[in-house]
């Protein structure tokens, strides 16, 4: 890893909003999530929710792989889970829907803590999660059309958010606001991936980085990193 590649993913790092999320409720489209999650990278998000409880839709966490490697994706079986951990992180929940207590999206205060339902493309966001939603929310629109593709509203509201994280200097920060752990895991793993995953396979942990990025590491897990693994042995046909 070049010194200034370590250098732009520390400054990417100091920049990422660990309280503001989104929380996608069965959106299906590949390329929905793809644009969904590519959105949060580039406003700063660090981590995005989903609920998918159907096993086969798990296999869209593997969508938007260039976005995928910057923005952690957290899937739950149920809204209820989701909504557990949301708020127990402190977050206010707010949900896409058009409501007789809804309001502009532009009147929420995204400096707090805050995380954004957004519904499945067929059905909106379900009962379930509106019941345990803090506030409805809506994107003004005076055309005949009454709806907005999902990733575009999520643009929208995610870069309303982003403004108003500027403008108190949320952003402006130097140093991150990510555990040290997991600061760590993301500079090893996007400035050494294939030592990485030769690691990972080996059950290694990560050793330090230095200033410049570069691993500092002992002899023995340098021994261990070079060692040729076993074949596996493939099953006998009969």
Same mark, same amino acid.
């Given at each position: !890893? ?6 732009r ?7 990422r909003?660990?309280d503001?999320?989104?929380c996608?409720?069965?959106?299906? %489209?590949?390329?929905n999530?793809?644009a969904i999650?590519?959105t949060?990278d ?11 409880? %159907?096993?086969d ?5 593997h969508?938007s ?7 952690e ?9 989701a909504?557990?951990?949301?708020k ?8 896409t829907h058009?409501s ?5 999206f532009?009147?929420v205060?995204?400096? %707090?803590?805050t995380?954004i ?8 966001i ?14 003004? !629109?005076?055309g !005949?059309?009454?709806?907005?593709n ?5 643009a929208?509201?995610l870069?309303?958010a ?13 140093t991150?606001?990510l555990?040290?752990?997991v600061?760590?895991r993301?500079?090893?793993e996007?400035?050494?991936?294939v030592?990485a ?5 080996k ?8 200033e410049?990025g ?9 021994q261990?990193?070079?060692?040729i ?9 009969n």
């Amino acid at each position: !890893m070049s010194p200034e590649r370590f250098q732009r993913i520390q400054s990417v790092l100091a920049t990422r909003q660990p309280d503001l999320t989104v929380c996608m409720e069965e959106v299906h %489209k590949p390329n929905n999530v793809s644009a969904i999650i590519r959105t949060a990278d580039a406003v700063g998000v660090h981590k995005v929710h989903a609920v998918w409880p %159907k096993e086969d839709m798990r296999v869209l966490s593997h969508t938007s792989a260039g976005a995928r490697n910057w923005v952690e994706l957290e899937t739950h079986d149920t809204m209820v889970n989701a909504m557990a951990t949301l708020k127990s992180q402190g977050m206010q929940v707010v949900a896409t829907h058009l409501s007789d207590s809804a309001i502009d999206f532009r009147d929420v205060d995204y400096t %707090k803590p805050t995380a954004i339902i957004l519904g499945g493309e067929k059905n909106g966001i379900t009962a379930e999660a509106l019941s345990l939603a803090d506030q409805d929310i809506i994107i003004p !629109m005076v055309g !005949m059309v009454q709806s907005l593709n999902v990733s575009v509203a999520s643009a929208l509201i995610l870069y309303e958010a982003q403004r108003q994280r500027q403008a108190v200097g949320m952003y402006d920060r130097t140093t991150t606001q990510l555990p040290e752990a997991v600061v760590h895991r993301i500079l090893f793993e996007r400035g050494h991936p294939v030592l990485a995953k030769v690691a990972r396979r080996k059950g290694l942990p990560y050793p330090p980085l230095d200033e410049h990025g570069q691993i500092v590491a002992d002899e023995p897990w340098w021994q261990t990193m070079q060692a040729i693994e076993p074949k596996k042995r493939q099953p006998k046909r009969n």
